[in-house]
């Protein structure tokens, strides 16, 4: 297969869509962490049997799955039609549906959710506009007093933190690589580039832009919209060992519509 130089995430994730690992949907490499950040966030959002539950960009649908017999309804929304039909393929699971629908304009009723879940999905907006609408957008489709998660926000440039400002070149990525994290590094990128030539895997080389915003400016949007954070922190991961590390570049947000 061809190495994809993916124009926009739109792209990437229709085609991360035809993968054999349904996990690739998620946008990460390593179910672990997916599995920890879903851990997270049901713990934060506290879901229970009366919730209506819309994830916003719900990539391989595991966190609707993970929570499902705990809830009335679960609702998850991908912006590709390809997304929608492996989901729907993967979950046969009556009260979880998914529909198409980007975060500016999502394909739900107005007051319709008591929880709403927007995870690793707003780095993806380009502007302050459209983060303005997809706020708008979330607080139009939230009842009074719905909690809502907004999670891995960016507060800094992180293409710059770093030392990712390569654009979609190859070269310059194996040599980061080789500088930044050693000769094993390397070789395992350069593995993936041989791969992707010589079989059917795909390698994506992703869009290098990603939004951020500063937590004071993001609460006082959220202020001015009707959505109070009441809770705020630096994003929490795990490393190789599964020790749970803070992630410097990245913020959670715990929001109640007003």
Known sequence: MPIIKAKNYIDVY?????AEDI???SGRHDKRI??????QIERETVPSKDDVVIDIGCGDGSLLQQIHKGIAKGIGIVPTTEEKSRLESEYSIPNLSFLKGVTIKLPC???MATIVICNGVLILLESTEELIASLRE???VSRKNATIWIGELPHVNEFAYYHKNYGDSITKWLF???RQKGMFAAAQAFLKVLTALLTKETLIINPKTHFHIEPAEFI???KDIG????KYSKNKTIDSDENVVEVPTRYNYLIRKT
């Open 14 to 18: 229709k085609i991360r869509s035809s």
């Open 23 to 25: 996990h690739q949907m």
């Open 34 to 39: 997916t599995t920890f950040c879903n851990q």
């Open 109 to 111: 009723e107005n007051e």
């Open 138 to 140: 979330i607080h139009r």
């Open 176 to 178: 980061s690589e080789f």
């Open 220 to 222: 006082q949007i959220c």
């Open 227 to 230: 959505l109070d954070v009441f």
